[in-house]
Structures are given as C-alpha cells and as structure tokens.
C-alpha cells in the first residue's frame, strides 16, 4: 500500500479493535449521528432499487451497506484499507446468512484492478480519504457499461467557511478524523462530472451540520434529528443558491 493508504489502515484497525458493541457500529462521532441523517435516509432509498447486481463497495468499512445490498440478491465484494473492518462484515455476513452473497477484501480502493466487472460502485465518506483521483480511475475501470455509481462525501464549496474549518476544527471525540483527509470542493465535483454520463448532485446538510448536530445529541435531542433533517432537505430543494452552502453531497452516474 502507499503511504497514505497504510496511515488510513493503522488508524481504523486501531478503531475498530476499540469499538465496544457487538456489531461493531462505532460509538464516536460522527458514526454516533449516522443513524439520525437525512442524507443516510436518501441514501439506503437510492441503494434499494439496486437489486440482482453485480455490486462493489467502496471504502465500506464495517460494511452494512454490502449487508444491505447483499439482501436485495445482490453479489457484494467489499474492499477496504481495513483487515479489522473486513473480518467483521464477513462475521456479520455468516450471522445473518448472507456469506455467499458478500466477499470482503483488504485493499485499496487506488490499487484495485478490476476490469469491467461490475455493475454498480457504491461508496459512502471514503473518498475523501483517497487520492481521489486515482481512486475515481480505478472505480470507472472496475464498472462495466452502462454501469452505475453512486458516492456521497463531505463537501465545501465556500471559500470562508473553508477557512472558517482549516482555523477551527470541530473534533469532539479523541478518534474521528485522519490526517489525510479533505473535503470535496468544485474540483472533485468537476472530475465526477467528466467522468460519467448523466450525473446527478444531491447536495445536503446546510443548517445540520455535523457540529450541530452532534451538539443536539450530546444534549438528548437526538429524537428531533430527523425532523430538522427534512427541513433541511426542504430549504435546500426550493432555495438552490443555499447548496453552496451545503456539508455533504450525494453524487450518481453512469459509465459508457
């Protein structure tokens, strides 16, 4: 693995030897919110339809979306920097009957040779720890025609607010951000679009950040998160100039 690749390994091997529930849902943030997101919502609605596929997944971690989609009849190999997060979904896969559905893999999503052999690549907050670009390459050469993608990653598309997080970081928990990680900028988005045909930005989070809502949970109002998410969703759907403004987009395509 190249350097970075082995950097990211270290750290989420040692994270997920420290993760304390059974199933292996990490308890630090931003995992911690994951569940109340909206745009985890839209995106589990966006992986449903994908049914009687060849699927790859990205960067899945603990992957409960190979679990999802290997429940939908989908053939599943999930690849991840992670021998620690690997070995678990497969203990996930045979406790829930779906091990000759599912295949995990320790590898970086930039050394991947696959040529064609996919319908669907699906990746969810992994990218950003990539060199995207060599990793955007791989994920086109590993889909076959007509195949489809799927990513969603943090983004930040305003110069001040760019600013505003290099100067103040938001990091509650001891373990929740790596060194070589960034945020999608117009950049990133730009080489999606080149690199796909009829793509689609689904662009999320502008008033529940990850800082507020973490906020909101710490202080027991988790039950309202949902509710503020589809609100939201809602301001950034009739009122498009605030999607600059937004912390995380959803990004489809499809291959030749």
């Given at each position: 693995?190249?350097?970075?690749?082995?950097?990211?390994?270290?750290?989420?091997?040692?994270?997920?030897?420290?993760?304390?529930?059974?199933?292996?849902?990490?308890?630090?943030?931003?995992?911690?919110?994951?569940?109340?997101?909206?745009?985890?919502?839209?995106?589990?609605?966006?992986?449903?339809?994908?049914?009687?596929?060849?699927?790859?997944?990205?960067?899945?971690?603990?992957?409960?979306?190979?679990?999802?989609?290997?429940?939908?009849?989908?053939?599943?190999?999930?690849?991840?920097?992670?021998?620690?997060?690997?070995?678990?979904?497969?203990?996930?896969?045979?406790?829930?009957?779906?091990?000759?559905?599912?295949?995990?893999?320790?590898?970086?999503?930039?050394?991947?040779?696959?040529?064609?052999?996919?319908?669907?690549?699906?990746?969810?907050?992994?990218?950003?720890?990539?060199?995207?670009?060599?990793?955007?390459?791989?994920?086109?050469?590993?889909?076959?025609?007509?195949?489809?993608?799927?990513?969603?990653?943090?983004?930040?598309?305003?110069?001040?607010?760019?600013?505003?997080?290099?100067?103040?970081?938001?990091?509650?928990?001891?373990?929740?951000f790596t060194e070589d990680e960034f945020e999608f900028s117009?950049?990133?988005?730009?080489?999606?679009?080149?690199?796909?045909?009829?793509?689609?930005?689904?662009?999320?989070?502008?008033?529940?950040?990850?800082?507020?809502?973490?906020?909101?949970?710490?202080?027991?109002?988790?039950?309202?998160?949902?509710?503020?998410?589809?609100?939201?969703?809602?301001?950034?759907?009739?009122?498009?100039?605030?999607?600059?403004?937004?912390?995380?987009?959803?990004?489809?395509?499809?291959?030749?």
């Amino acid at each position: 693995m190249k350097p970075k690749a082995l950097r990211e390994a270290g750290y989420w091997n040692n994270t997920y030897r420290r993760t304390t529930t059974r199933n292996a849902a990490i308890d630090i943030f931003p995992a911690c919110i994951d569940d109340y997101r909206y745009t985890t919502r839209y995106f589990i609605s966006m992986l449903s339809g994908i049914q009687n596929k060849r699927v790859l997944s990205v960067g899945g971690g603990v992957d409960r979306y190979a679990l999802f989609l290997a429940q939908n009849n989908n053939e599943v190999t999930s690849i991840d920097v992670s021998h620690e997060a690997g070995r678990t979904t497969m203990r996930l896969a045979r406790e829930n009957g779906l091990e000759n559905k599912v295949q995990a893999l320790t590898l970086n999503c930039e050394d991947m040779v696959f040529s064609g052999l996919f319908d669907v690549v699906v990746s969810r907050h992994a990218l950003h720890h990539m060199n995207f670009a060599s990793a955007l390459t791989a994920i086109k050469e590993a889909l076959a025609p007509g195949g489809y993608f799927i990513a969603e990653e943090p983004v930040c598309l305003t110069g001040f607010i760019r600013f505003f997080h290099e100067k103040v970081p938001f990091h509650p928990e001891p373990l929740c951000f790596t060194e070589d990680e960034f945020e999608f900028s117009s950049k990133e988005l730009d080489q999606i679009a080149a690199s796909f045909n009829n793509v689609g930005f689904y662009f999320a989070d502008f008033i529940m950040r990850e800082s507020i809502m973490y906020v909101l949970y710490k202080a027991g109002l988790k039950k309202i998160l949902p509710y503020m998410g589809t609100l939201d969703a809602g301001l950034l759907k009739y009122l498009p100039f605030l999607r600059k403004l937004s912390s995380y987009v959803i990004m489809h395509g499809y291959k030749e």
